[in-house]
């Protein structure tokens, strides 16, 4: 009969937006096929849950974006670097020192 339809809903795919039949209860907002996808929540794009790691604010983001970058001008730098160049350093300070005028 139609029993079984009493609990389950359609759920609206986090990642491709697509409608899919879940249990009513179930918290999972991923369908079949995007079940081991999440989305970086700074490139925005589509990456394997597996790959992914969690930023200070507790954020899924890719292996790329975890790379530790210039603070200024986002260009890669060495792990214990925070900016590529001295005229970044110059450049964030500038801005610092904009915001505080
Ligand atoms: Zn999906
Ligand atoms: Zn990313
Ligand atoms: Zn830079």
Redesign the pocket.
């Known amino acids: 009969m139609m029993e079984d339809l009493v609990n389950k809903e359609l759920q609206l795919c986090s990642i491709c937006n697509i409608e899919f039949v879940k249990d009513r209860y179930d918290k999972n907002e991923k369908c079949e096929d995007c079940k081991d996808i999440d989305l970086c929540m700074e490139c925005e794009e589509e990456h394997p849950t597996i790959s992914m790691v969690e930023n200070d604010y507790g954020d899924l983001i890719c292996e790329e974006c975890a790379e530790p970058?210039?603070?200024?001008?986002?260009?890669p730098?060495e792990a214990d670097m925070q900016?590529?160049?001295k005229?970044?350093v110059d450049?964030y300070k500038w801005d610092n020192y904009r915001e505080k005028c």
Not at 69 to 75: A, G, L, P, S, V
């Open positions: 970058k210039c603070r200024f001008c986002n260009d730098v900016f590529c160049s005229s970044c450049g």
